[in-house]
């Protein structure tokens, strides 16, 4: 009986900068051997076709509905993730008889837990027939509909990988999530605040650009202390973990009469206050604060990290890939999927029990069920 599967993780994430695809062969427990990775950035016209889309999603109220551009939309993301699976595959010089499984993650265009309500666009059966490769995807749906956050589903993940313990991963995406795992391997988990997402609007919105590359806009302002204490007066940071956030929960701040460079600093300033707020909620101090995606490239939030929390480093600074971390994870969290394991818990999404989760295609189900016997 083989103890591993070989498993693909696709994450189009809220900054909308890309696909990242990574390669995972693990026993979706304790078994992680990690494999190559890569990004396939959006071009400008993906990004807009999904800032759209963004916009289509925010009246719906049923998560069938596909109002507007998104049936359209959804079709082409899956065709961009198949081809982003073909690329991959390419240039690692494997086939799709390499690989067992893929976790599809999809595009979040909405996320209202509280409403019972998470939309990730993505076709998991279309994906499967373009591919010929099993697919599990849909994987917050079932916590949601629990009525668990349905995010973050990253931190058992976390656990996995954790060097040291107690220590804190955080993600900084479109919105900043965090992992606090305990001395003893206890898990609790929530979306911080902003992440990108607010610092990449204000990009678009001033200079016609997606992000702030290493965060030089961010480095030349001043950071104005009126409107970050506005803004961390946010409802949401006194609410009692776990708890999640939609990428555009924060889009009512108002920064207009900050100037360019300064506006920049301070939505800088506000993601790093923003995940140091965290720290309350856990009993333990970290020994580390492992730091991973986008957002551990602008330079303005890691100083302002690194002065307001002791020990932060980046994945890299420990051997992982903060680029790939989410990917990987949806890759680990179809094996566990698949055979039947939590992905989900009290204390990372409020979910009342552990519980496991995700789609399979129909057509699929033969081949997803030979996988699970082995």
Avoid at 186 to 210: R, S, V, Y
Avoid at 229 to 249: G, I, V
Wanted: proline share 4%.
């Amino acid at each position: 009986m083989s103890k591993t599967l070989r498993a693909l993780g696709l994450m189009s994430g809220t900054s909308l900068d890309g696909i990242d695809v990574a390669l995972l062969e693990t026993d979706g427990e304790h078994i992680v051997r990690r494999g190559p990775t890569h990004t396939y950035a959006y071009d400008a016209l993906q990004q807009q076709t999904l800032r759209q889309a963004l916009q289509d999603a925010a009246g719906i109220a049923r998560r069938e509905q596909r109002p507007g551009s998104l049936a359209r939309v959804e079709a082409e993301l899956t065709q961009w993730h198949a081809k982003a699976v073909a690329a991959f595959l390419s240039q690692n010089g494997l086939s799709d008889s390499n690989i067992d499984v893929i976790g599809f993650h999809g595009q979040t265009v909405l996320h209202r837990p509280d409403a019972h309500l998470t939309i990730q666009l993505g076709d998991g059966a279309a994906l499967a027939d373009a591919t010929g490769i099993a697919v599990v995807y849909d994987m917050r749906a079932a916590d949601v509909a629990a009525g668990g956050q349905g995010a973050p589903l990253v931190p058992i993940y976390h656990a996995a990988l954790a060097p040291t313990r107690p220590c804190a991963f955080v993600n900084i995406g479109g919105v900043a999530n965090v992992t606090f795992v305990g001395s003893e391997g206890g898990l609790l988990a929530f979306d911080t605040g902003p992440g990108n997402a607010l610092i990449n609007d204000w990009m678009m919105k001033h200079q016609g650009l997606a992000f702030d590359a290493g965060g030089e806009a961010c480095l030349e302002g001043k950071v104005s202390r009126k409107h970050l204490d506005l803004a961390s007066a946010h409802l949401f940071f006194s609410q009692r973990p776990p708890k999640s956030l939609d990428r555009n929960s924060f889009a009512k701040l108002d920064f207009n009469e900050l100037s360019f460079a300064d506006g920049a600093a301070t939505l800088a300033a506000f993601t790093a206050h923003s995940i140091a707020k965290s720290a309350m909620w856990h009993g333990e101090v970290p020994q580390q604060w492992i730091i991973c995606g986008g957002g551990r490239h602008n330079a303005a939030i890691m100083k302002n990290l690194s002065a307001l929390l002791p020990h932060v480093t980046s994945a890299e600074a420990i051997g992982l890939n903060g680029d790939s971390m989410e990917a990987e994870a949806w890759a680990y969290l179809a094996v566990r999927s698949l055979r039947g394991l939590p992905l989900s818990y009290p204390t990372t999404t409020g979910v009342p029990k552990p519980l496991t989760g995700g789609i399979y295609s129909a057509d699929h189900r033969s081949k997803i069920a030979g996988l699970n016997e082995r």
